[in-house]
């Protein structure tokens, strides 16, 4: 499993990202895309993070996350990567979905012990040292969507996968998180 190897400072929020082998597309089918949800929703409620962001893009998720009670972030980003993982291929064969998982198949035979690979294996982590690196990276997170690469909604709030209902709306469609007050948006 890769790892980044910073300093990790219990105190401090995250910034985190991780990414699809391949840069492939797969978070798009609303079925996977709960899958990540889910997987959220259970490290929050499980005391392993706060979650303060988060978008679910086609073939990436960013947080903006704090570690709790020393999980730390490769043992945390293992763990949530390897149950997703799992997941998603076994929704994959309930589909069906031969080219999906000869995909995810064929890029483990070339880089590992698994039979499938979904995801890669390095993460970033960036520490969040000030306020004004947090308003950015929550501007980020939340206009990720609306890049002109990507173009998923006209506004921040439309997108389904991310956080910015939670904020400019004031509800929790998809996924509870702990908002962060005082922010501007």
């Known amino acids: 499993m890769g790892r980044q190897k910073t300093y990790f400072n219990p105190q401090h929020l995250y910034f985190v990202t991780t990414t699809v082998v391949n840069h492939k597309p797969i978070f798009h089918r609303p079925e996977l895309a709960q899958i990540i949800i889910g997987s959220l929703d259970y490290i929050r409620k499980s005391h392993w993070v706060k979650i303060y962001a988060y978008v679910i893009m086609p073939d990436h998720l960013h947080l903006i996350l704090k570690y709790l009670d020393n999980h730390a972030?490769?043992?945390v980003m293992r763990d949530f990567k390897k149950f997703t993982a799992k997941r998603i291929i076994e929704r994959l064969q309930e589909d069906s979905d031969q080219n999906l998982l000869a995909f995810f198949?064929?890029?483990?035979?070339?880089?590992?012990?698994?039979?499938?690979?979904?995801?890669?294996?390095?993460?970033?982590?960036?520490d969040i040292f000030s306020e004004e690196f947090l308003v950015q990276k929550m501007a980020y997170v939340?206009?990720?969507?609306?890049?002109?690469?990507?173009?998923?909604?006209?506004?921040?709030e439309e997108y389904p996968y991310s956080s910015a209902q939670n904020y400019l709306l004031g509800n929790q469609p998809l996924l509870e998180i702990d908002l962060l007050t005082g922010l501007v948006q």
């Open 73 to 75: 972030p490769a043992q």
């Open 105 to 126: 198949a064929h890029v483990a035979s070339r880089t590992s012990k698994q039979r499938y690979k979904v995801w890669q294996e390095q993460y970033f982590a960036k």
């Open 142 to 156: 939340h206009d990720n969507p609306l890049q002109e690469n990507w173009r998923l909604a006209e506004r921040a």
